[in-house]
């Protein structure tokens, strides 16, 4: 889609935010809000992160190993969710999220642990708001990566 940020008919805005997660990892947080005077205003949210060592935008496999972990974490998440969203969920079960969870763009490291973001309308209705459901280091740590182990230590 064309956005016109200069549209006097519409409100729009584009953030970006930049930080670190741990030394090596630096996390591009961009913010989009949009507002064309419809039933109500749509923000959505997405990230990249960069390895700073290696000089490279972070992939799935930096953080883990195989697909091991997909189906595990598709189904935990999917239990918390249906907690948090009830009978706003939009999706059906666990098989929904593995496109949604298996990008980056859609995780925040923390020391808490790997939070998998979700904007309004991916997982559940508006008045739901943004899903987000955070799986602890603890928990993803059999599926970890060497790289991903040691970083995880150092989380912000």
């Known amino acids: 889609a064309n956005i016109n940020f200069n549209d006097p008919d519409s409100e729009d805005s584009l953030l ?16 989009f809000y949009i507002n064309g005077f ?21 992939t799935v496999n930096d953080i883990f190993k195989g697909r091991d972990w997909i189906n595990p974490m598709s189904r935990l998440i999917f239990q918390n969710l249906k907690k948090q969203s009830g009978d706003m969920l939009l999706i059906n079960g666990a098989q929904d999220l593995i496109p949604l969870i298996s990008d980056p763009k859609s995780w925040n490291f923390s020391r808490a642990g790997l939070t998998f973001n979700f904007n309004v309308y991916e997982v559940a209705a508006y008045a739901a708001g943004p899903q ?24 912000y």
Do not use: C
């Open 38 to 58: 419809g039933a109500h205003p749509v923000s959505t949210f997405t990230q990249s992160h960069f390895i700073k060592s290696k000089l490279k935008v972070l």
């Open 132 to 155: 987000e459901v955070t799986i602890s280091w603890q928990t993803l740590m059999p599926y970890l990566t060497d790289y991903a182990k040691t970083e995880v230590t150092r989380f």
């Open 16 to 31: 970006i935010r930049v930080a670190s997660a741990s030394p090596d990892i630096v996390n591009a947080i961009q913010s």
